[in-house]
């Protein structure tokens, strides 16, 4: 009833309905509940690019726009309330929306046959040409994001029931997902073949996308586990809509200086090619029974995020990384100064605590959305309960 006021009054007033989030009309009555206590959110400056990608010889599933656009602002309105509740205000991805309420979704075909868009490579081909679409108008492209969606495979294999075949991963500022038929909000949290099928690859839809937008893999800390439930970035792609699933402080750190997510205004050439940051001073200690990370860097820093994980050290093996977001503050003389305080009982989730072998990843970011990542393998069981850690020198890369 409130919304349907609001949406009135909007409308008498000629303005976008889409612009308070107030729920379409043609949204299926699940889609309308579930949409029913969203918040308003921020207006980005840069939207992602949302593309429905199918081979020369496909065509996209049945009723993809309303239901990719009902998933979609659920997962906006995820994003938003994390952030919010995170104290980052309530920013989200921004989103190109239609008059009618549904999710501008860009339908690019592609040159090849489906099977040339495979699972494992097929990207390269997939991104070559969507790439190309982006940039063939001026105003098409709305951000350096693109989430890039494709129909499952029907062959003996995948089919409805069990989809699959296409990309379906982040790759650096891309990340790929996929559509089928039962592909439907109606089934989010129902103890059905379709339910579970929706929540495996809906909640592997939230992750993807958040790898996408500049998230790394983050367990969550003792605490917030319990508060909170999983976090999406750690096993919450298996959670997503059946139990509690949540973004971190740290994610939601890194997301406040994402494109998509900065609020109308922030200016910045995203992701340049700022040089690495410089380490004016730094320190890694154990004091009693907590860590104690302290980095002095330059004015460009925006944040620091440290991660504690067990080896192996290798991409995707980082699921188990438990995330400490810092306090930080900057002084006259532009220094950025962040301190982050990991107590050793928020880790307890780590196999190799006991053990002692483990890494700090010292994960800085900058104005621009550019991450660096700093690892420091230490032996926790060789470090006296008041004593320094080798941080070594300052080697960055950046990314991830
Ligand atoms: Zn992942």
Redesign the pocket.
């Known amino acids: 009833m409130h919304i349907r006021a609001i949406t009135a009054t909007m409308c008498a007033l000629g303005l976008s309905v889409a612009a308070v989030g107030a729920v379409p009309e043609h949204f299926q009555p699940r889609a309308k509940e579930l949409l029913a206590d969203s918040i308003e959110l921020e207006e980005s400056e840069h939207q992602l690019n949302v593309i429905y990608f199918v081979g020369n010889d496909r065509e996209p599933l049945a009723d993809y726009e309303r239901r990719l656009s009902e998933l979609l602002l659920y997962v906006q309105q995820f994003y938003g309330k994390e952030m919010a509740r995170n104290g980052m205000g309530a920013h989200s991805f921004g989103l190109q929306m239609q008059e009618n309420g549904n999710v501008k979704i860009h339908v690019v075909r592609g040159k090849k046959k489906h099977t040339e868009y495979a699972y494992g490579t097929g990207h390269n081909a997939c991104l070559e040409e969507v790439n190309a679409y982006l940039d063939a108008e001026p105003g098409r492209r709305t951000s350096q994001h693109s989430f890039i969606i494709m129909p499952t495979y029907y062959d003996e294999q995948y089919n409805d029931m069990n989809p699959g075949g296409v990309p379906f991963?982040?790759l650096g500022i891309n990340c790929f997902a996929l559509d089928y038929a039962h592909f439907d909000i109606k089934h989010l949290g129902q103890n059905t073949p379709e339910g579970r099928l929706l929540t495996k690859w809906y909640g592997g839809f939230a992750?993807?996308l958040?790898?996408g937008l500049n998230l790394p893999?983050n367990l969550g800390t003792v605490s917030d586990n319990k508060a909170y439930g999983t976090a999406l970035?750690g096993a919450g792609?298996y959670t997503f809509g059946m139990s509690p699933t949540y973004l971190t402080l740290p994610s939601c750190r890194i997301l406040a200086t994402s494109e998509t997510f900065v609020p109308k205004g922030y200016k910045a050439k995203f992701y340049s090619q700022y040089e690495s940051p410089t380490i004016k001073q730094c320190s890694f200690k154990r004091v009693g029974d907590t860590l104690e990370l302290y980095l002095e860097t330059d004015a460009n820093v925006v944040n620091v995020n440290a991660y504690i994980q067990d080896p192996p050290f290798q991409v995707?093996q980082d699921?188990d990384a438990v995330p400490f977001a810092c306090t930080m503050s900057r002084n006259a003389t532009a220094h950025t100064t962040a301190f982050v305080s990991m107590p050793l009982a928020e880790m307890a989730t780590l196999r190799h605590l006991k053990k002692g072998e483990l890494a700090l990843d010292v994960l800085v970011q900058t104005y621009d959305g550019s991450r660096f990542r700093w690892r420091i393998p230490f032996d926790l069981s060789k470090v006296p309960a008041d004593g320094s850690i080798d941080m070594g020198l300052p080697m960055f890369w950046r990314g991830y």
């Open positions: 991963y982040g992750h993807e958040g790898h893999h970035m792609n995707n699921y």
